[in-house]
Structure formats: structure tokens, C-alpha cells
């Protein structure tokens, strides 16, 4: 099995991002494992959010699942796919949410103040990360299982009334730790001010 089976669906959150005003957006995960983000409280900002012990810090699992059954079991000649194929084939695989009941939840808390020219990025680091999860944006906060989940990447662009009303946002993996030393399912979202 694995050597490390505390760490394989690790999130720590991180943010280091300062806006215009230098104000440093607050991106909450549900760290102390309640099942949910606390956006009022500090039940889910006490102690170090960066770090991931086995008592606290958020985990997010891969999405390696087929909740459609979309994906065959067997090719083309009636033979079994190997597991490699079927791999290939899963929740994760492409860019659509097809069970955001899954997801990890994150949030990003409301900064009202910023202003309207303020532009942000979130994204997963390190590298390793970025390329082995998913992080998707729901246009819809009001409703978690909405299928409205778009996929976002280092590209996506959060402007002014995002950062102003809060986003919420949800990750999932695409895989399972397959090697610890390439990576070991940590993951950091990582904040950057816009251009």
C-alpha cells in the first residue's frame, strides 16, 4: 500500500495574495473536518492553516468514481479494460463536475472594500498539484450540488465582484497518489494579485 497513507489527500490552504489596498483575501477550507466552512466563526482559521496533521487540516479525495456509468468495462473485443484504461475513464478525467457532491468544499470570505479594479488568481501548487487535481468555481453559492461547477486554471481570472462577494469554490482529485516522491497528495491554493 502506500507509505504515507496520513498525507495522501492532504489540502493545506494557503494565501498570499495582496490586492490594491493590501487587503490578503481569506480562502477557507473545512479544517477542522465538521463537514463544513465556517465563513462566520474561527473554527475553521484556528491555528495554522498551512498545516496538515492528523487531527486537523481540510482533506479532499480523488473523484476517481464513475457516478454516470458513462465509462466501459471492457473494449471494443469484449476484453476486460486493464486498470491503466479505466483510469482514463472516470469523474475526473475531463473538465466537467459530474458529482459535486465530492467536492471539498473551499470559500473565499467577502472583501466588500476591494476595489473595482482589483483582479485575483487561485490555483493549486505546487506543479505536481496544479496537474493532478481539479479546482472548479460555482456560479451558483446558493445551491453546492448546482451543476454550474466550472472548471478553472491558473488562467481564470477573479474580478472585482467575486472578490467583493466571495466565491465558492470546490476541489477534487484526478488520481490517487500513485508515486510520493513525484507527489504526495498535498496540495496548496495559492493566491496571486492580477495584472
Not at 498570499?16 to 473536518?33: E, F, K, M, S
Not at 465509462?71 to 478525467?93: F, G, H, K, M, V
Not at 493532478?132 to 478553472?152: E, G, M, Y
Request: include cysteine; proline fraction near 6%.
Amino acid at each position: 500500500m502506500f507509505s504515507r497513507p496520513i498525507t495522501l489527500f492532504a489540502l493545506a490552504v494557503q494565501t498570499n495574495l495582496l490586492i490594491v489596498q493590501c487587503l490578503q483575501p481569506d480562502i477557507r477550507a473545512d479544517t477542522n473536518r465538521d463537514g463544513r466552512v465556517d465563513m462566520r466563526g474561527t473554527t475553521d482559521i484556528a491555528g495554522n492553516k498551512s498545516a496538515w496533521t492528523t487531527e486537523s487540516g481540510a482533506i479532499f479525495l480523488p473523484n476517481i468514481g464513475d457516478s454516470n456509468r458513462r465509462c466501459p468495462n471492457t473494449d471494443l473485443q469484449n476484453n476486460p479494460l486493464s486498470n491503466d484504461e479505466l483510469a482514463y475513464c472516470s469523474d475526473a478525467s475531463g473538465h466537467l463536475m459530474f458529482s459535486p457532491q465530492y467536492l471539498a468544499p473551499l470559500r473565499t470570505v467577502p472583501m466588500p472594500s476591494v476595489s473595482d479594479s482589483a483582479k485575483a488568481y487561485i490555483y493549486a501548487t505546487p506543479d505536481a498539484a496544479y496537474d493532478r487535481v481539479r479546482l472548479f468555481l460555482n456560479d451558483d453559492p446558493s445551491n453546492a450540488n448546482s451543476t454550474t461547477w466550472k472548471l478553472i486554471d491558473k488562467e481564470f481570472r477573479f474580478n472585482s465582484t467575486y472578490l467583493k462577494n466571495g466565491v465558492m469554490l470546490g476541489i477534487d482529485g484526478r488520481e490517487v497518489v500513485r508515486n510520493a516522491a513525484v507527489w504526495d497528495g498535498s496540495v496548496n491554493q495559492y493566491s496571486r494579485r492580477g495584472r
